[in-house]
């Protein structure tokens, strides 16, 4: 056995989720000395739990103008696309208000130009990981379906023009078409857009652990262990772990939901909150297969064919990130799912995540602004199974003293530290 006291590396990256793991990948590329802790398993948290959707058109967050039109369904807390905790609300009305303060047009188009630059990059990578890590067999390139059972044309006419002012294509369908491209749902759906260069995979957990193997064959080092604090040490770090620590030059925070827990003690207050959702799997009908993953619109559910079955995955919950778990969203819209899409039986236990969301929706990618060698790499939202990678490969250009793939100054840590 051997006691890590005294290791030195040149870069340890905190956390082994898709942005942890892509920054060890990139650094490791770079030719740097890398290790990544974790306490689990790589890609056993967020990076797990998600639809598993490369979304190539999800360049609007939450926060955009029409989220105002929404708000008044969501006040009485029945809705099952967002459920709020009003305690928490009370002790988060500052995050709150600038989340909202954040849904203008004018402040939306440059945070679109921002994540669209984001996502491209983060294509490019993950296409061509997956190939090198051996999981090419998990990504389907048959795109993305948002549907409504309401006459949305003029929603989905509006989404497509808005997607086209980026180059993103999508192609409008009435039921027939939505028929053609999935024969095996009940044909419920008057309207639809097809994300045509949206990709997805039947498991996010297995993509991240096959790049994370790829880090460790490069000769990149995974520890399995649990974080405790990180302390600047003359030039560089120290990691305390809780069975030893890590000396390095640079440390790189991609823990998710939990980065904000670690950045306390040094001062830095980080409005991280955490937008939770839950899924659910069913083993699948074989007769009745699943193509690609559906957004129903109106139902506020998503449904993905996974390796282990049809993965239903729910809204959003606004609430403290460790406050116990309330199935109410996954219970409304499971019978909702199973109407449209004959499944079978519930695979194994409902499953919880964070979403980790700061107010203006964009991930903080970066030095950390008053200590040399801390870099910060979270806040990824909705998207960060897209988005892992080339918040992970700026990162690491970053450290080399390069230049990143695309534009990075929206995701300062500045702008809030
Ligand atoms: C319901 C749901 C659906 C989603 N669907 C999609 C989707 O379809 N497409 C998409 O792009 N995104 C999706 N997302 C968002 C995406 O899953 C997240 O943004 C992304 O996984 C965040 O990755 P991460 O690496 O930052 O965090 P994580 O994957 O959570 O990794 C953080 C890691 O840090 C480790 N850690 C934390 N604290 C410590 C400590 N003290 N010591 C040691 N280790 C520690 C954890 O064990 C964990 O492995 C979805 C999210 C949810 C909840």
Redesign the pocket.
């Known amino acids: 056995m051997s006691d890590h006291r005294g290791t030195s590396v040149d870069v340890v990256v ?8 892509s920054a060890a990948i990139a650094v490791r590329q770079r030719g740097m000395s890398v290790i990544l ?4 398993e ?14 190539s058109g ?1 360049i609007l967050p939450l926060n955009k103008p029409s989220l105002w039109a929404a708000l008044p369904g969501y006040v009485t807390n029945r809705h099952a696309a967002l459920r709020w905790d009003p305690a928490w609300a009370i002790r988060n009305i500052d995050w709150l208000a600038r989340f909202l303060a954040n849904a203008t047009p004018s402040r939306t188009r440059p945070r679109a130009t921002a994540l669209h630059g984001l996502i491209g990059a983060s294509l490019k990578l993950h296409r061509e990981w997956i190939v090198k890590a051996d999981a090419g067999q998990r990504i389907r390139e048959t795109g993305w379906l948002k549907v409504w059972r309401s006459d949305a044309v003029a929603t989905a006419k509006e989404e497509q023009a808005f997607l086209a002012e980026y180059g993103i294509e999508s192609q409008i369908l009435d039921r027939q078409a939505i028929s053609a491209l999935e024969p095996n749902i009940v044909p419920v759906y008057k309207v639809g857009i097809l994300h045509t260069q949206t990709a ?1 995979v039947d498991s ?1 957990g297995a993509v ?1 652990k096959a790049y994370a193997k790829m880090f460790a064959d490069s000769g990149g080092e995974i520890r399995q ?4 604090a990180i302390a600047p040490d003359g030039e560089g770090w120290r990691v305390l772990l809780s069975d030893g620590e890590i000396s390095a030059r640079h440390v790189v925070v ?6 904000a ?2 950045l306390r003690p040094l001062g830095y207050r980080v409005p991280l909150a955490f ?5 659910r799997e069913f083993k699948p009908n074989p007769a009745r297969s699943l193509l690609r ?1 559906i957004h129903d619109a109106d139902g506020s559910f ?1 449904m ?1 064919p996974m390796e282990q079955g049809i993965r239903v ?2 809204g959003v919950e606004l609430t403290a990130r460790d406050a116990p778990s309330s199935f109410a969203q996954l219970d409304a819209v499971v019978p909702v799912a199973c109407e449209v899409l004959e499944f079978g039986e519930a695979v194994g236990e409902p499953w919880r ?4 969301t700061l107010p203006d929706s964009l991930p903080m990618i970066g030095p950390a602004p008053r200590h040399p060698g801390l870099w910060l ?2 806040g ?9 990678p080339a918040t992970g490969a700026a990162i690491a250009a970053m450290i080399d003293g390069a230049a990143p793939s695309f534009d990075v100054g929206a995701f300062s840590p500045r702008r809030y530290l």
């Open positions: 905190l956390g082994a989720g898709i942005v942890g793991v802790v974790d306490r689990r790589p890609g056993s948290e967020t990076s797990y739990g998600n639809a598993g959707i490369l979304s999800s997805s996010p991240v262990s649990d974080i405790k991609a823990l998710g939901p939990w980065s827990d670690l937008e939770r959702g839950y899924h993953p998503l993905t995955t729910s995540g964070a979403r980790p790499a979270f990824n939202q909705h998207i960060g199974f897209t988005t892992g």
